[in-house]
């Protein structure tokens, strides 16, 4: 059974009031495959087992401590897309802005997690990765026929649709990489020094250590990766994406930083949909009974454009934002972009940094203007995609050096 939420009221009964019954989630069978099994940390269902890996990947990429040590990674990168974008600002060249912001997200993420700076790695580049978030973001956000299906029927139809073949071919891919990355670090003993996710994880499946039951092991590591590679880079992209859009048609406010980012991720949250919630009890949500083992979904993108919470919802208003306590932590059930209660995203912190400082050196350093012949009418603002909601028509802008 599914029950399907758009008002912030209704999110804040589960989300607040009904938290801990409905804060595990559902097995379905693209979840359950790009998880490995389960052993991840988004996915995998309330117990034991999901607090003590939200444990672990605080401490070993999430904490202040860590996110201080990893700043000259920030800061490498930031020069990285500063120097590239500066070739084409000295020629008046076109920028498609997803592929430096996507080379300056994945460098962090990858370096930050797995270690791997896939500038100088002959088994990855950025358009291989690029790739494949997509095609495994698509794959997680579609529901197979088992779900609704679960006996042979569903199987058979998923088998016949060629959307079984599809999934696990993308899948084959992800863990291919995954293997790469994994074998890289026991290669060159990268393993034994702690200085990223991978790392330390190898440690702990390597020489393991008794916390209860929980036991790590390489796929509770793959599955943790699969968190890292398929949050943690394309959603900053396409949210920068959709800033610098909105930016570009109201050049009054382009210059502005000060809280642009809750205005943006008001109109465009990279997730219309928060991950699934299951209900493990009877609760009961604005007077409906719901029963245990229902399915919850929570519309983040309808919710940000309701009338009802907002004046002018549809409007790109970044000063409405001045005067309110409203922000994007998971206090607020008007705005929602990395959900809240036990279940909000645990790498809310690390996120938003790496979409400031984005932001931060685009518009600090560079002016941006429309291709000639282009006006703001122009700019085509349809959007695409399944687990994210994306720009489908890229934001090509010419830059030019604002500050040397």
């Known amino acids: 059974m599914f029950f ?22 559902p097995k379905m069978v693209t979840t359950g495959l790009f998880s490995y099994n389960f052993k991840d940390i988004g996915f995998t269902q309330y117990g034991e087992e999901w607090g003590e890996m939200k444990k672990l990947i605080g401490l070993e990429l999430f904490s202040p401590k860590t996110q201080k040590s990893f700043r000259y990674i920030r800061e490498e990168e930031s020069d990285l897309l500063v120097k590239k974008i500066s070739k084409s600002a000295q020629t008046q060249t076109l920028v498609d802005l997803g592929k430096p912001l996507f080379s300056f997200t994945a460098g962090i993420i990858f370096r930050l997690a797995f270690g791997q700076n896939f500038r100088k790695c002959d088994f990855i580049d950025r358009e291989r990765v690029e790739e494949l978030v997509v095609e495994s973001e698509t794959n997680v956000g579609t529901l197979a026929f088992s779900d609704f299906f679960p006996t042979g029927l569903g199987w058979l139809i998923d088998r016949l649709s060629g959307q079984s073949s599809r999934m696990n071919k993308v899948f084959s891919k992800l863990t291919n990489l995954f293997e790469h990355v994994i074998d890289d670090h026991l290669k060159t003993e990268q393993h034994q020094d702690h200085s990223n996710l991978i790392s330390a994880m190898l440690n702990m499946i390597n020489k393991p250590t008794n916390i209860g039951s929980f036991k790590i092991t390489s796929d509770h590591l793959k599955g943790v990766m699969s968190d890292v590679f398929l949050a943690g880079v394309n959603a900053g992209v396409i949210t920068m994406i959709w800033t610098m859009t909105e930016l570009t048609r109201h050049p009054r406010v382009m210059k502005k930083l000060q809280k642009k980012d809750s205005s943006n991720t008001r109109l465009h949250p990279p997730a219309p949909l928060l991950l699934p919630r299951l209900t493990m009890s009877d609760v009961t949500i604005q007077g409906y ?4 083992n229902t399915m919850i979904e929570i519309n983040t993108y309808t919710i940000g454009r309701d009338p009802k919470c907002w004046t002018n919802p549809e409007e790109f208003i970044p000063e409405r934002f001045s005067n309110t306590s409203i922000n ?49 009418a122009d700019i085509d603002m349809e959007e695409v995609g399944a687990l994210n909601i994306a720009k489908k028509v890229p934001l090509e802008l010419v830059p030019t050096l604002h500050h040397s």
């Open 4 to 25: 399907y939420l758009y008002l912030s009221s209704s999110a804040k009964e589960v989300l607040k009031t009904h938290d801990l019954e409905t804060c595990t989630r």
């Open 328 to 376: 994007y932590k998971g206090q607020h059930f008007e705005l929602l972009p990395f959900g809240a209660g036990r279940r909000s995203c645990p790498g809310m912190s690390l996120g938003i940094t790496i979409l400031e400082l984005g932001l931060l050196n685009l518009l600090y350093f560079f002016d941006w203007r429309l291709p000639n012949g282009m006006t703001i």
């Open 289 to 292: 009974n719901i029963p245990k």
